[in-house]
Nanobody, 112 residues
Framework: QVRLVESGGGLVQPGGSLRLSCAAS????????MRWYRQAPGKERVLVAI????????VYAESVKGRFTASRDNAKNTLYLQMNSLKPEDTGVYYC?????WGQGTQVTVSS
């Protein structure tokens, strides 16, 4: 069955960096556009980034443009999100998404 497993979250100071990973299995990863979402405490889940099947095209939420970079390795069935210049408002649970399938999420906390 489809499995998406996020990792790489943690506690980081403002201005710091984290790299999230999402290991995919159970489907043809290279055929799917992939998405990163985040859900801040008490708020709805929002789209952060979209990456197309080849990784050559990406779209970002305005709030993360220039700071976050989505990438993928289709040979490893893995999706990434490089997050730089992190801000407290980036705090939340980050999820990867393929069509209607979701991972369990990884917590990112940006705090001094």
């Amino acid at each position: 069955q489809v499995r998406l497993v996020e990792s790489g979250g943690g506690l980081v100071q403002p201005g710091g960096s984290l790299r999230l990973s999402c290991a995919a299995s159970g489907f043809r990863f290279s055929s799917f556009n992939m998405r990163w979402y985040r859900q801040a405490p008490g708020k709805e889940r929002v789209l952060v980034a979209i990456i197309n099947t080849t990784g050559l095209s990406t779209v970002y939420a305005e709030s993360v443009k220039g700071r976050f970079t989505a990438s993928r390795d289709n040979a490893k069935n893995t999706l990434y999100l490089q997050m730089n210049s992190l801000k407290p408002e980036d705090t939340g649970v980050y999820y990867c998404n393929a069509a209607s399938d979701w991972g369990q999420g990884t917590q990112v906390t940006v705090s001094s």
